[in-house]
């Protein structure tokens, strides 16, 4: 009787863990694509069972009291990086926790965060880093709801924004930042958080990441951090955090789903930056629940395959439509012309992705005539999925936008978005072909 600790709480009993796994072979380490079929998860802790269970309950019964007072300590701060057990399904569970830590390593993040949207996730990300007074730099165009978010909602709590053109020179960052300094010098708060969308939705603008980080070296300090929603060409084609980004956004409805069955959100980055966030979940809620988060372990097993496949038809559909005479031109990261683009997408991208404008000769009457003549795409917004879908932009996600704001931005009338899926390619071209008879 004499061992027991006078502080139990610092025995903790150690928690079934899986057991270690194979993360190279002869010295080279597993690819992603590899590790989507096992990693985080150990069939011995769930009676054999090849693939995760669904674990479906709102409570997780502790081991002894000490171990709850522990994982509280971690839950609310008191001990460095989160629960070190599973507490409460507001704040963690198996299923989250394996996707967590399988989204972590498409983006080679030291930690993942997932939400119940792509817009949990991102509010609850700009609400962890501001306070009032504060200025959030953002590029433009954003998600109409992301900048929505910012504009109308962060600005009652007294956050000011400034945003820049996503093509912005190092030059024309350095004034940016220098505005925003100014601004948050006068409002009595800080440059909070630079927040980029590259490629832009809907035209693809690409945002020069390395460039921003440059500036953001030379006008901030370290604390202000550089978060990009990924989700037009993450996790295969832009890998962010390699350019100095240090939060990477998704909206994992997108390609990372890939079905359109779901809606769920993540970010990805160094614990440190993932920390702040976590807390601010743990009290708002808005995890992913467990059975979206078992499907998008799913998804994750062929999301490369899928993108690969969606990307090459893209290319094949862009190459038809390039030279269709009732095609005025195309936002295509395949076929940029801009040099300054150009350069950026070298540096950048990994592929040109499966999401692209199309600007049809005409206007909304032409484009309308186009969309509802498709029988194999589908007129919907979203993207990413299996299936081919198709939308006008200006009088549907961006019909809050402002006219001249959309003018600016180029989100014109004559702007079909079109996300390619992974059916027949010449099946594809064929629908396209057909429903541009009837424009
Ligand atoms: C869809 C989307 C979002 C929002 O994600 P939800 O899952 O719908 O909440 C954010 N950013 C981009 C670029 C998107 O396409």
Redesign the pocket.
């Known amino acids: 009787m004499t061992d027991i600790p006078v502080d139990a709480t610092d025995t903790p009993t150690p928690r079934r863990k899986p057991k270690p796994e194979r993360t190279e072979i002869g010295g080279r380490p597993l690819k992603p694509s590899t590790l989507m079929m096992g990693h985080g998860f150990d069939p011995e802790l769930s009676e054999g069972s090849l693939k995760a269970p669904i674990f479906l309950t709102s409570t997780f019964a502790f081991p002894s009291a000490a171990d709850g007072k522990r994982h509280f300590e971690g839950i609310t701060g008191q001990r460095p990086g989160g629960a070190e057990g599973l507490v409460y399904s507001r704040f963690n569970g198996p299923n989250q926790e394996i996707l967590e830590d399988r989204l972590a390593i498409w983006d080679g993040a030291e930690d993942a965060l997932t939400f119940s949207?792509?817009?949990?996730?991102?509010c609850i990300l700009m609400m962890a880093y501001v306070s009032t007074g504060d200025v959030i730099v953002h590029s433009g165009p954003?998600?109409a709801?992301?900048e929505g978010f910012v504009s109308k909602v962060l600005s009652k709590f007294g956050v000011t924004y400034v945003d820049f053109p996503a093509g912005a020179s190092r030059e024309e960052l350095d004034a940016v930042l220098k505005k925003a300094k100014d601004q948050a010098a006068e409002n009595g708060g800080k440059v909070a958080m630079i927040y980029l969308?590259s490629p832009g939705?809907p035209t693809n603008a690409l945002v020069d990441i390395e460039a921003v980080k440059e500036a953001r070296d030379a006008a901030l300090d370290w604390s202000c951090p550089i978060a990009i929603?990924n989700?037009?060409l993450g996790p295969i084609w832009q890998r962010p955090l390699e350019h100095g980004a240090d939060i990477v956004?998704?909206?994992?409805?997108?390609y990372v789903g890939g079905h359109s069955d779901l809606?769920?959100?993540s970010i990805a980055g160094a614990k440190k930056w993932m920390d702040p966030v976590r807390a601010l979940r743990n009290t708002m809620g808005g995890i992913v629940d467990p059975n979206t988060a078992w499907m998008l372990l799913r998804s994750l097993e062929t999301v490369e395959l899928r993108m690969e496949r969606a990307g090459k038809n893209a290319e094949k559909v862009c190459a038809f439509l390039a030279s269709h005479p009732k095609v005025d031109g195309l936002g295509y990261l395949g076929m940029i012309e801009d040099e300054r683009q150009k350069d950026i997408y070298n540096r950048h991208c990994l592929g040109a992705g499966s999401t692209f404008s199309v600007f049809l000769k005409g206007g909304e009457a032409e484009c309308f005539r186009f969309l509802d003549n498709l029988t194999i795409a589908k007129l919907a917004v979203?993207?990413?999925g299996t299936e081919t879908l198709a939308s006008h932009p200006a009088s549907m996600t961006h019909l809050s936008v402002p006219h001249a704001r959309r003018q600016t931005l180029g989100i014109t009338d004559s702007l079909v978005r079109i996300s390619i899926g992974i059916e027949d390619a010449d099946d594809l071209i064929a629908d396209f072909e057909q429903a541009l008879e009837h424009v």
């Open positions: 949207s792509g817009m949990t996730a991102i954003l998600y709801a992301s969308e939705n929603d989700t037009f956004a998704y909206s994992l409805t997108k809606v769920a959100g979203s993207l990413g």
